[in-house]
């Protein structure tokens, strides 16, 4: 690589002697390679040679062919690939010494009329040459693809060159954003910015990243969610709000996980979890119909059909089916440590009664949800922010929606109950002080906020990375992030 550097580094200095200006401010890009391919590709070379259309382009070369007195270069322009031909009877002498010099990675910009080769390839005769950019080291296996998965991550930028595919999950993420906002406008929501910057981290049972504020002297937790901000707008009166930000959460890296990631959260008054298990539907149907011709999505070796409605089937019904246990002693907290021990002697029993029956759930029933379903009823000890169940005060009216084995969405019937929060924020204290770290803090701020009355509200969040892994396919999160945490290298 080293050789390489000096070698390109040293046709760069060739290049300015000619006194060619080697970063130059701006070119003048009259035509995008889809435009020129889309407007000549149906004429013949007779027509093009009449109308002779003069234009100019610009890209990277990717392939260079030289024959003495003329060149071919294929260049990319970072969507398309375009010929382009040099002979030195028709450029000026300082370009085509210019022409010698060029490698493989340059970026250049052309001057010169469509023709078509014998070969009836598409291609630009060049008339002037504009030297954009230098690529002091080589593309990776001459354009034949970058395939090494670690470097492709530390290095996004060579694979949106060298993999066209890469480029299209990021078209397909952008498109479906602008989706699922353009959903929640339509619907009268009102799009916030919420702090990223948190005095007591809240809204989610996660681990946070602390930070500091040097003026203040305080310490701060970047968000682990937005929801106990969004909730201080529904007390104002603000009824439909919706907020897409980053949240940021101290666990693991897995195919499901990254640290740092996409999510939606929105929020609604006077509407409860039915309301918005219809409403999750409602949205993965418009996009649907924008992202599948058939209504199905290929995940893996299986076809997944995304009509609505969703299964739906109650988190404690769910475990006993898989797990083997009646419903009665899933609610006794010794026979479900009995039951851990047992089947899982390998496993630090969790800190409480709530942890061990997420263990279950995550063991027996996660993996197994391929199709779309919603997971009904979570118990109140692991929804410390969800309003009591109508049908059985040990539970709440929360669901998570399951898609692919993958946690997409979770919401809930919001608890608007201040008093009833407290005692729940109380009892999550007392978990943390059994070694849960991930239990959440008692958020005095928030509680004055619902003192003040919110009326009864449904609220959601949808992970964005996920959503975007589904509809393209991609095995992992690190595919849909341009940019995932990564360890750094030694």
């Not at 760069?12 to 003048?28: C, N, Q, S, V, W």
């Not at 492709?152 to 993420?173: A, G, M, W």
Request: net charge negative; with cysteine.
């Amino acid at each position: 690589m080293e050789e390489q550097f000096s070698v390109r580094l040293e046709k760069l200095k060739k290049t300015i002697e000619l006194g060619i200006t080697p970063y130059p401010y701006r070119f003048e890009n009259t035509m995008r390679f889809a435009e020129i391919i889309a407007k000549f590709k149906d004429c013949n070379a007779e027509a093009l040679k009449e109308t002779a259309q003069e234009l100019s382009c610009a890209g990277r070369i990717l392939a260079i062919r030289s024959m003495g007195k003329s060149t071919f270069m294929h260049m990319f322009d970072g969507e398309d690939k375009l010929q382009v031909y040099i002979r030195k009877e028709m450029v000026s002498e300082k370009d085509f010494a210019l022409n010698n010099l060029l490698d493989i990675g340059d970026i250049i910009g052309v001057q010169g009329t469509v023709f078509k080769t014998h070969t009836q390839e598409l291609s630009i005769l060049v008339k002037d040459i504009t030297f954009l950019a230098k690529s002091f080291h080589p593309l990776p296996e001459k354009w034949h693809g970058l395939q090494d998965k670690e470097l492709r991550l530390r290095q996004r930028y060579l694979d949106l060159i060298v993999n066209p595919e890469t480029k299209q999950i990021f078209r397909k993420r952008s498109q479906i954003i602008q989706h699922v906002r353009a959903f929640f406008h339509d619907r009268g929501y009102i799009e916030v910015e919420t702090p990223m910057m948190h005095p007591i981290p809240g809204g989610a049972t996660a681990r946070p990243f602390i930070t500091h504020h040097n003026a203040l002297d305080i310490d701060l937790y970047l968000r682990v969610a937005p929801e106990l901000y969004l909730k201080r707008l529904l007390v104002g009166g603000m009824e439909k709000v919706f907020e897409i930000n980053r949240n940021f959460r101290n666990e693991g890296i897995s195919l499901m996980h990254n640290p740092e990631f996409t999510m939606i959260e929105f929020y609604e008054l006077y509407r409860d979890f039915n309301d918005y298990m219809t409403l999750s539907e409602e949205l993965l149907l418009t996009l649907n119909r924008e992202l599948l011709p058939d209504g199905t999505i290929q995940w893996q070796e299986q076809m997944i059909s995304m009509a609505p409605p969703f299964k739906r089937v109650k988190f404690m019904e769910a475990i006993s089916e898989k797990a083997g246990l009646t419903i009665e002693q899933l609610w006794d907290e010794a026979a479900v440590k009995g039951h851990i021990k047992k089947h899982f002697p390998e496993e630090a029993l969790p800190p409480t009664f709530g942890k061990m029956l997420e263990l279950l759930f995550d063991f027996y029933v996660e993996k197994t949800l391929i199709e779309p379903t919603f997971v009904t009823y979570y118990p109140k000890m692991i929804s410390p922010l969800s309003k009591t169940s109508r049908l059985d005060e040990r539970e709440t009216e929360r669901f998570e929606l399951f898609i692919a084995g993958m946690e997409i969405a979770n919401g809930f019937s919001e608890l608007n109950d201040p008093l009833e929060q407290r005692k729940r924020f109380e009892e999550q204290s007392r978990n943390r002080e059994r070694g849960d770290a991930e239990a959440q803090l008692i958020d005095n701020n928030f509680l004055q906020a619902l003192e003040y009355g919110m009326a009864p509200a449904a609220g959601e969040g949808i992970g964005i990375d996920r959503l975007v892994m589904l509809y393209t396919g991609a095995p992992s999160i690190k595919e849909v992030i341009l940019f995932p945490l990564l360890r750094p290298k030694e």
